[in-house]
């Protein structure tokens, strides 16, 4: 039988994560083991193998000691670093705290591990939670957990400038057929880790983001890839990003997603976004490849086209997809109200997000590295998209073959 070992101080956070958890379907009460503090949970784990650990953050050493910030941590690399502990399969952490989450998301990413932000008041922590659960049961059930045909399978929109940019990568592409499709594939391989990997990549039908969800959808299907991601150009806000950089979408949704009504005469609209946000793995991994300015100057350099004057940098940030290409600055201001913080707007990102969170178990992860072309004023125009869709696929590059 599949066991969880849920180690937590706090009763009402506990009951919580445990309502959470017997929500999966197949789940039953016999599968959980409860630990208070490190001790306790340390006797836990010399007598039990466990299939997954979710594990608080901060952390009481023992039961008449008050829980402190790296309580949890310091549990980790115990159970790690001694034989006399039985390492769960799967280990997840969490916590309340932002600057706890911080400091030990780095260390649980080395391991393909993530780190859950506890909210009461969110649902985002719990369907994280219950999809990690599910993911283990139906790998149980099945006895095939890294049934993949793939490791990545790349969506772009336009044939030319992003998918042209994707295949000048050097992964000995190849075209490749599947019986009964239409879409044309390309099939490569990279190296990550000393092995190879195998990439699928294809361009849309058309822009937008049905023909996105549709693509990746198919993807998805055929290839049973462990990562899914979209690369191309997008739109920035001017004063939150540079002509060039490279934006991770997090969390990104549909903009046009909402109610059209009359209020005192006037049409008005009001929003209603569904967002979609990376995982806590793909955030971590994110964070490390922004701060690696050197191999981000050899790219900016690489390239032999018109490019702007300002370095190229990595900026994780909300990105709004929205069904119409953007040329006015009045209609990015009031996208810019959805969200404060918002620094891209373009056409399929959100789509692709949406079909890998419907996707059948278990599913991959989801990132999309789209760069700035332009600002979405009066002033676009294709001087960039080149550049772009080159700074974007290189970006990729980086990333599946460094860190992950």
Not at 328 to 356: C, L, N, S, W
């Amino acid at each position: 039988m599949l066991k969880v070992l849920v180690v937590e101080d706090n009763p009402d956070k506990l009951r919580h994560v445990l309502t959470v958890l017997k929500q999966v379907q197949g789940s039953a009460d016999e599968m959980f083991d409860i630990a208070h503090d490190a001790l306790e949970a340390k006797r836990l784990l010399k007598d039990h193998a466990y299939d997954l650990l979710i594990l608080d953050l901060s952390l009481p050493a023992r039961p008449d000691l008050s829980p402190v910030p790296e309580g949890g941590l310091k549990l980790l690399e115990e159970i790690l670093g001694r034989d006399i502990y039985k390492t769960p399969r799967e280990i997840v952490g969490l916590t309340a705290y932002d600057d706890v989450r911080d400091s030990a998301t780095s260390r649980f990413a080395e391991d393909l591990w993530s780190v859950l932000q506890y909210d009461p008041g969110s649902e985002a922590w719990a369907e994280q939670l219950k999809r990690k659960l599910r993911h283990i049961l139906v790998a149980r059930r099945t006895g095939s957990p890294n049934d993949r045909r793939s490791d990545l399978c790349v969506v772009v929109a336009l044939p030319d400038p992003e998918l042209k940019a994707v295949l000048a990568l050097p992964w000995s592409w190849e075209v490749h057929e599947e019986l009964n499709d239409g879409t044309i594939y390309h099939r490569g391989y990279y190296m990550n880790d000393g092995s190879q990997r195998v990439v699928y990549a294809a361009a849309t039908m058309r822009m937008g983001m049905t023909a996105a969800a549709v693509l990746a959808t198919k993807m998805m299907s055929v290839f049973r890839p462990r990562y899914v991601a979209m690369t191309g150009i997008t739109a920035g806000i001017k004063g939150c990003c540079e002509l060039g950089d490279v934006i991770a979408a997090d969390p990104t949704w549909d903009y046009g997603s909402g109610k059209h009504h009359t209020l005192d005469g006037s049409a008005v609209f009001s929003p209603a976004p569904h967002q979609i946000g990376l995982s806590s793995f793909i955030r971590g991994k994110l964070g490390l490849m922004s701060g690696d300015s050197v191999a981000f100057a050899q790219i900016r350099e690489s390239w032999q086209g018109p490019k702007p004057p300002t370095s190229l940098s990595v900026r994780i940030g909300p990105v709004a997809s929205g069904a119409a290409v953007l040329q006015d600055p009045k209609i990015a201001a009031d996208i810019k109200q959805q969200h404060r913080k918002v620094i891209g707007i373009e056409m399929e990102t959100y789509g692709v997000f949406a079909a890998v969170e419907e996707s059948l178990l278990p599913q991959p992860e989801t990132i999309s590295l789209k760069s700035v072309c332009d600002f979405a004023d009066d002033e676009k125009d294709d001087r960039f998209q080149a550049y772009a869709a080159y700074t974007s696929a290189n970006a990729l590059r980086i990333f599946v073959e460094k860190y992950l």
